[in-house]
């Protein structure tokens, strides 16, 4: 693996209108197996992320041969593509909700215009790592960072965690 040109980048994406269809662990999953397939497949480096009920944050560092955006565009349209096809298997009358009026689909199920910044130094990357773990307790999900299952605080923390796409920041390429 060449080592990373681009910085890592924060980035959060949010559910239409903001709606909890993430509090569903299954949704959870679609997300998680996503971020597995851009590790395996070398796309990016993922050193920190939670899911929470109707948004997620991650810090992802995208690597050589692949375009920040490109690698954005593929991870939303893919998630947004498996949530579809599980709400017309399982609850089509919830996936009524995200349909939209639109000349290029009939439903969205995230946001346009994800936020995604690049982060430059040690500093900002440990506050945004910690803000990423601490979102669930206050949110009222959970007491420690490290006990909300869908989180990276768990990895941080030397604890048991099932995500093997989670690169600890120091070991991947990280900030310069």
């Known amino acids: 693996m060449e080592?990373?040109?681009?910085?890592?980048?924060?980035?959060?994406?949010?559910?239409?209108?903001?709606?909890?269809?993430?509090?569903?662990?299954?949704?959870?999953?679609?997300?998680?197996?996503?971020?597995?397939?851009?590790?395996?497949?070398?796309?990016?480096?993922?050193?920190?992320?939670?899911?929470m009920p109707n948004h997620i944050h991650l810090i992802w560092q995208?690597?050589?041969?692949?375009?920040p955006a490109?690698?954005?565009?593929?991870?939303?349209?893919?998630?947004?593509q498996q949530m579809k096809f599980s709400l017309q298997a399982t609850q089509p009358l919830l996936l009524e909700e995200y349909r939209v009026d639109a000349k290029d689909r009939t439903y969205q199920i995230w946001e346009r215009n994800p936020f995604s910044v690049e982060i430059y130094n040690t500093t900002v990357f440990n506050q945004k790592l910690d803000y990423i773990h601490w979102n669930p307790v206050k949110a009222g999900l959970c007491a420690r960072p490290e006990d909300y299952y869908y989180s990276s605080a768990a990895f941080y923390a030397q604890l048991p965690c099932p995500f093997s796409f989670l690169t600890h920041w120091g070991d991947g390429g990280g900030v310069q």
Not at 6 to 35: E, R, Y
Not at 70 to 80: N, W
């Open 3 to 51: 080592y990373p040109t681009q910085h890592p980048a924060f980035f959060t994406a949010t559910i239409l209108w903001w709606k909890p269809l993430l509090a569903d662990n299954g949704m959870k999953d679609i997300v998680c197996n996503s971020l597995q397939f851009l590790h395996d497949h070398q796309r990016c480096l993922v050193y920190g992320f939670v899911i």
């Open 62 to 67: 995208v690597l050589p041969g692949y375009e």
């Open 70 to 80: 490109s690698v954005q565009r593929d991870f939303l349209k893919f998630t947004a």
